[in-house]
């Protein structure tokens, strides 16, 4: 069966420092993958997804990149974090025409 | 483009009470219709999902029925337990997107009180 892997599971960071977040899924291939972000008490907001290995597709633009080194690898990253990336980053996967599958989630938390 | 929008919460019921969550949507095309369900701290969790028109879903005592005419997936269940207490998300998927992207509503807290 298919899984899928965040980590770390909660991160305090201070502002203007780097993150790296990653995810990663098992027991598929060529999937679908997807970076959220959710703020406190909100819906998602998607801010990447990727169809295969180094394509990229940025929903809104902002202090985030993206990148998919391998197939079933998708790494979150930002040179400097801002206050506003605090939030809750969920993963995702699917394949074509199916349900996506969410991760456990990152609480990032910028001081 | 797409749209999902759902009823406001919170929702307060208390334990064994009927449970009706509304979603409805806009879309061009024929779109796939889900629910996930998100447990404090943690992801999201895909709860039911219906394809086309008239599909019901069901799971864990959760339905909701595709309703092209009204364009709406209303989320139902008889008798809600104080472990269903979380935030509830409809989402449809257009199947002409390559990218397979979900538009989601903006969730809706379910609270059971024993």
């Known amino acids: 069966s298919q899984t899928i892997h965040q980590w770390p599971a909660t991160l305090v960071q201070p502002v203007g420092s780097p993150l790296s977040l990653e995810c990663t899924v098992e027991g598929t291939s060529n999937p679908n993958l997807y970076w959220y972000r959710q703020a406190a008490g909100r819906g998602l907001q998607l801010l990447f997804y990727?169809?295969?290995?180094?394509?990229i597709s940025s929903e809104v633009p902002q202090n985030l990149s993206a990148s998919r080194p391998q197939d079933r690898q998708f790494i979150l990253s930002s040179k400097k974090l801002l206050l506003s990336d605090s939030g809750f980053y969920l993963c995702?996967?699917?394949?074509?025409?199916?349900?996506?599958?969410f991760g456990d989630g990152t609480r990032l938390s910028i001081l | 483009g797409d749209s999902v929008t759902q009823m406001e919460g919170p929702v307060t019921l208390s334990e064994e009470a009927f449970l009706t969550i509304n979603c409805t949507y806009t879309a061009t095309g024929y779109p796939s219709l889900f629910w996930y369900v998100q447990y404090p701290g943690e992801g999201l969790q895909l709860l039911l999902k219906a394809t086309k028109a008239d599909d019901k879903g069901s799971n864990k005592g959760f339905e909701a029925t595709y309703r092209k005419e009204t364009t709406s997936f209303h989320l139902e269940k008889g008798s809600v337990q104080v472990s269903d207490s979380a935030v509830y998300f409809c989402?449809?998927?257009?199947?002409?997107?390559?990218?397979?992207?979900?538009?989601f509503g903006g969730g809706t807290r379910l609270m059971v009180k024993p």
């Open positions: 990727s169809v295969g290995i180094g394509q």
């Open positions: 989402a449809l998927s257009d199947p002409e997107n390559a990218g397979n992207m979900l538009t």
């Open positions: 995702a996967w699917s394949l074509l025409n199916q349900p996506q599958h």
